[in-house]
């Protein structure tokens, strides 16, 4: 496999069905070698508003459109980026760094929401029923919002947009999409996908920036967007919560994670080190989902951390596009940087840190760690790591692990390990946050609800939930 960019990679805005180029540029980083893959279009705030007029034309007849016909176009856009899911993947690999197979699992989750999304179009069902005082009947309607704003992260860029623009697009909405600066040739390829798909223009538009700060808030101003859709980390969706607010603009926010990872008495321990390769290592730990903090019971804590590491020393560190290696790099050496001053003040805490492996010294690869005996309330327990680091908490008492589990501002996902699933639920239940895995290793699911509690955000992508948030809901009392 060529080692370059698709044939089909556009690197220019998208505005109004054209791709449009702009006086500046942007470079794209391979973060596996370090070396540049692209120069893409470099937005200004007014370029910001020529998308969110574009948007806004085409909102009028989008808007209005039939539910099959939006349905039809998601289901072709599915069809295509299935059949050229390795061109997706590919992007993925070389902008993101991720290793091949988690690339290729992010694709295919990501063409996911566009089949879903075709599916549930046509699902959208209002509420009829009588005034409990018989003086009228009441209706409810759900109708398109307008022109939906979208801002995702680097870590998942092609499934954070799909999870947006396809329940956007079937609810009747028109987009702009703002990706991460690090990642945003995959989004512009999505974009693609969905013109040729037959998205008629300006139903999405693609704005690329340096200055993701001043093109947000000139949108954000703009009456004519009607509502905003934001994944990434819990600080920057504050900052922009001020400023929707004042707008009363409803705001779905995808926000950080800390999640804790339970493994109780009597739970299968192969199974929980099988999990635990999944919700740590997906991604290279990148993932708002990724287990933060392992709460391991002290019957098998030592049973646990050994073969785990085990585990993680069995990973081939390498280049993504190199389908053998499991675990490619992070993002940019930035973010590496990030995660390995995690790890030293964990080791200033007194604690023990070894690598379990050597990592490449070219690119911004990093080794997996394991850090056991680590107290609840080290640093390690309180900031979300985004890497490869696993440190462990041992426990005695259940109780206390739920307390402990729940002691965070976060509450996105949890998971827990326990002797059978009913023990799993009975513990879930407990669990402060938007989704629980018992007994497994990942939650997401397009047909699921995403979201988190806290200080994880507000709203929910995916499942039906996902289509509400760019629908806006209607009642008409009516004499019958
Ligand atoms: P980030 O720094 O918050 O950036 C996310 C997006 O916001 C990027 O597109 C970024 O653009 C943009 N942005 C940054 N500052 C902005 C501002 N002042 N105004 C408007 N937009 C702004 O997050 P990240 O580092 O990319 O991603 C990691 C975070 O995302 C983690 O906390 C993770 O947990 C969270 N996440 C959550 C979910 C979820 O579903 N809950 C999923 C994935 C990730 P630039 O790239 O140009 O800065």
């Known amino acids: 496999m060529s080692v370059g960019l698709p044939e089909r990679t556009p690197t220019n805005l998208l505005v109004g069905g054209q791709w449009v180029q702009t006086a500046t540029h942007l470079e794209v980083i391979n973060p596996a070698t370090l070396g540049s893959l692209a120069e893409i279009g470099d937005a200004t705030p007014e370029q910001g508003l020529e998308a969110v007029a574009a948007a806004h034309d ?10 099959r016909s939006r349905a039809e176009i998601l289901r072709k856009a599915f069809e295509i980026m299935t059949a050229e899911i390795e061109d997706c993947a590919r992007l993925i690999v070389l902008e993101n760094g991720k290793a091949w197979r988690d690339a290729m699992g992010e694709a295919t989750y990501a063409a996911e929401f566009f089949r879903w999304f075709s599916e ?7 509420d009829f029923r009588y005034g409990p005082n018989g003086d009228k009947t009441i209706i409810t309607d759900y109708r398109p919002m307008g022109v939906a704003y979208m801002i995702t992260p680097w870590n998942f860029p092609a499934a954070m947009a799909t999870r ?21 040739l995959t989004a512009l390829w999505v974009a693609d996908v969905l013109e040729r798909a037959g998205a008629p223009a300006g139903v999405v538009n693609v704005v690329t920036t340096s200055k993701s700060g001043p093109v947000s808030e000139a949108i954000l101003s703009d009456p004519r967007v009607a509502t905003l859709s934001f994944t990434g980390s819990t600080y920057v ?9 004042k707008r009363v603009l409803p705001s779905s926010m995808e926000l950080g994670g800390n999640a804790p990872f339970l493994v109780l008495e009597g739970a299968d321990v192969d199974a929980a080190v099988e999990g635990a390769m999944v919700a740590k290592m997906r991604n290279g730990g990148a993932a708002c989902t990724a287990a933060n903090r ?19 020393r069995g990973m081939k560190i390498g280049p993504g596009i190199d389908q053998s290696n499991d675990l490619g790099a992070m993002v940019s050496v930035k973010e590496r940087d990030k995660i390995l001053e995690i790890v030293e003040g964990a080791s200033n805490e007194g604690l023990a840190t070894t690598a379990v492996s050597e990592a490449p010294g070219e690119g911004a690869f990093l080794s997996p760690y394991v850090i056991r005996d680590v107290q609840h309330g080290s640093s390690l327990t309180r900031n979300e790591i985004f890497g490869p680091v696993a440190p462990i ?4 008492d259940q109780a206390e692990a739920i307390r402990m589990a729940n002691d965070t501002e976060y509450g996105l996902i949890s998971y827990v390990f326990a002797k059978d699933a009913g023990e799993g639920i009975k513990v879930a239940r407990q669990m402060e946050s938007g989704m629980v895995a018992i007994n497994r290793g990942i939650a997401s699911d397009p047909a699921a609800s995403f979201g988190g509690m806290k200080e994880s955000g507000l709203g929910r992508e995916g499942g039906f939930d996902g289509m ?13």
């Open 393 to 396: 908490v041992t426990f005695e």
């Open 237 to 245: 969706g504050k900052l922009l919560l001020e400023q929707t607010a």
């Open 294 to 312: 392992f709460y391991v019971h002290a019957s098998v804590a030592d049973e646990f951390a050994m073969k785990f590491e085990a585990a993680l």
């Open 58 to 67: 085409a909102f009028q007849t989008w808007g209005v459109s039939s539910a």
């Open 468 to 480: 509400h948030e760019f629908l806006e809901t209607q009642y008409f009392a009516v004499d019958l």
């Open 164 to 184: 947006k623009l396809a329940p956007a697009m079937a609810a009747g909405c028109t987009s702009i999409l703002k990706p991460a600066a690090e990642t945003p």
């Open 120 to 126: 549930e179009a046509a699902h959208v069902q209002g």
